[in-house]
């Protein structure tokens, strides 16, 4: 890597520190690493990022990936209205038995994460997700039967949905509503059945469905 190339990549980790610390709104993050991308020199680096910059030098603060304490998700309660999730240069991942909130926002900035709902526990019949994803790479695994309505606006970015492994399942009556903006990102939906028995799941035992 050259110098101006490291220089470059230092720079995109100011702006990632920037987002993970609300420092910076999403979109001014986005034009901020196109102007980093095409920059032909040092100097217009430099300016690009001097307000994020200490005169020692770059830095990125300690903790780009903030960690949710367990309880968090797993508390058996009433779900919380919202619950936000954030990565920047790193990955996130639920799955399990979680109670899952009224809405979920999701943030992911040169990253990746993985929300797996199979075994979840909902308190509606409604999941409203709020998707901001750049550069990162986003798994939504979902009980076999779940209805999603993708409508996210998508960005040079690719976005599947995968219902392979529910065929002959019913519909669950369970909703998933994803909006928000994908932005040189992969989005990967998969309906999926519990794995590893044919019991009904968590959501199925909610709603009273599966029993004898």
Known sequence: MDELESVRHDAIRALSGAVASDRMSIDEFEARLIQVRQAPNRATLDAIVADLVPSGG?????????????????????????????????????AGSWTVPYRLQLIAVLGEITIDLRDAVFGSDVLDIELHST?????????AGTQVENECE?????????????????????????TGRVVMSNLEIKEKRRSGDEQPSAWQRLLGRGEQ
């Open 135 to 143: 550069f990162a790479n986003i798994t939504l695994i979902v009980p």
């Open 58 to 94: 770059y830095s990125v603060p300690a903790g780009l990936v903030p960690v949710f304490p367990d309880h968090a998700a797993l508390a058996p309660v009433e779900p919380a209205e919202l619950l936000r999730i954030k990565t920047v240069l790193g990955s996130s991942k639920r």
């Open 154 to 178: 998508e960005r040079l970015s690719n976005s599947s949905h995968s219902t392979r492994s529910a065929r002959g399942v019913n519909p669950l009556g369970l909703l998933v509503r994803i």
